[in-house]
């Protein structure tokens, strides 16, 4: 299904040369008078200059306009960073006709190296040009970095009588990791809806979303994602309610797709895992054995030669850090395949069956606790040889 145009938002996308010539790299989204956001944003140390920026504009006023650029990150460049990023806000600014804090940056890229401003800004004329409200595939091509194909989502629904859509874009295939868990991520609405509402709404997203996925643990210096409310439509949503919740359904479901776009898409990847945990004392340390097996190297290579060696998921279960932890309670299944009963090998599990399983291009492992009624999922990969080729190559 191609995305859904929203009310009040508007993509234009052009080549602006800022790594490759003829790749299409910078995008502007422009946003209607009085749209209200909310956003969350990578918690690594090394944030982005442009993330830095977002988040002081965001502070200061309601956005207007959206510059964003990929083959550069405009991360690890200190001081200069920080007044490229400001110089970008300005210059689109300037043409837009509304103020550098109306204006958030995101980039998206190669790690410590200068922005190549003048190519940015004298491609915010074409992309300026280029804005539509039917946009948004071409702004998902324009977004992307090592991901092979773009990434958007949309959800149609009614709210106080009227017809509501919500529809985001993403990129990421690599350096996928929470904390936010993708490297660029916008999503909008022509709900009319206040601040703290989106805040809520977007925060519960993200937990089951963006914060669920990982390729391959590491937590990218840009991660940014933000959610747009226009109020184009005239539907208000009030701060709690059977619309509130139906507006968060939309939402997360727009997420949810794209994080699952993203793992899908995942560098080499040749397999979609779903790692769910149940019966935990609480969420926290079902995500805690669950990013264990998740973040195995072991296991994830066991994955892509489809080899059912459940030693190490057994294994990964076992260093996860859980206290009091009772080997005996926990079961082990491999999608129908039960492979770990009673703290070891579960009686007539043949190496045949786990083959079959581990075959399959999606695959769930499903670990029982037996000790609570917590339960949480992650999404994630296998790891191939082409991983490893794509990063060793990434910069030549």
């Known amino acids: 299904m191609e995305p859904l145009a929203v009310a009040g938002i508007r993509l234009g996308t052009t080549c602006a040369g800022i790594k490759y010539p003829d790749r299409r790299d910078l995008v502007v989204i422009e946003a209607a008078a009085g749209t209200r956001a909310a956003a969350v944003f990578t918690r690594n140390a090394f944030c982005a200059a442009p993330v830095i920026v977002a988040r002081t504009h965001l502070a200061a006023a309601s956005p207007r306009y959206l510059v964003i650029n990929t083959g550069n990150a405009n991360a690890g460049t200190g001081r200069q960073g920080l007044v ?14 509304c103020r550098p804090e109306e204006v958030l940056p995101f980039s998206t890229g190669v790690i410590g190296e200068p922005l190549p401003l003048y190519r940015v800004v004298t491609g915010l004329p074409a992309a300026l040009a280029a804005l539509r409200s039917d946009g948004w595939i071409e702004a998902a091509h324009g977004i992307m970095t090592t991901d092979t194909r773009p990434k958007w989502a949309s959800r149609r629904l009614s709210l106080d009588g009227r017809d509501v859509t919500v529809t985001g874009i993403a990129k990421g295939a690599g350096m996928i990791c929470p904390d936010m868990a993708t490297l660029l991520a916008f999503v909008a609405t022509d709900a009319a809806v206040d601040e703290a509402v989106l805040r809520s709404a977007l925060t519960e ?41 139906r507006l968060a359904d939309a939402v997360r479901a727009v997420c949810g797709d794209l994080a699952q776009g993203i793992i899908r898409d995942g560098e080499g990847a040749t397999k979609f895992i779903t790692v769910r945990i ?99 999922h992650v999404w994630t990969t296998d790891l191939s040889f082409d991983y490893v080729r794509i990063n060793a190559e990434y910069r030549t």
């Open 278 to 376: 149940e019966g935990g004392r609480d969420v926290a340390e079902c995500r805690q054995v669950a990013y264990a097996i998740a973040h195995s190297p072991l296991v994830k290579t066991a994955f892509f030669a489809s080899d059912p060696n459940w030693g190490r998921i057994l294994a990964a279960v076992g260093r996860a850090g859980l206290a009091d932890l009772d080997i005996d309670q926990i079961t082990i299944h491999l999608d129908e395949v039960c492979i770990v009963h009673d703290g070891g090998r579960t009686p007539g599990y043949t190496e045949e069956r786990g083959q079959q399983v581990m075959a399959r291009p999606e695959i769930t492992i499903r670990v029982e606790l037996n000790r609570g009624e917590a339960a949480a």
């Open 205 to 245: 997203a993200v937990a089951e979303s963006f914060n669920a996925i990982t390729v391959d643990g590491d937590t990218s210096t840009n991660d940014s994602c933000l959610l747009l409310a226009t109020g184009q439509s005239g539907a208000r949503v009030p701060t709690e309610g059977e619309d509130y919740l």
């Open 84 to 97: 490229d990023a400001e110089a970008s806000c300005r210059a689109l600014a300037e043409r837009a006709g």
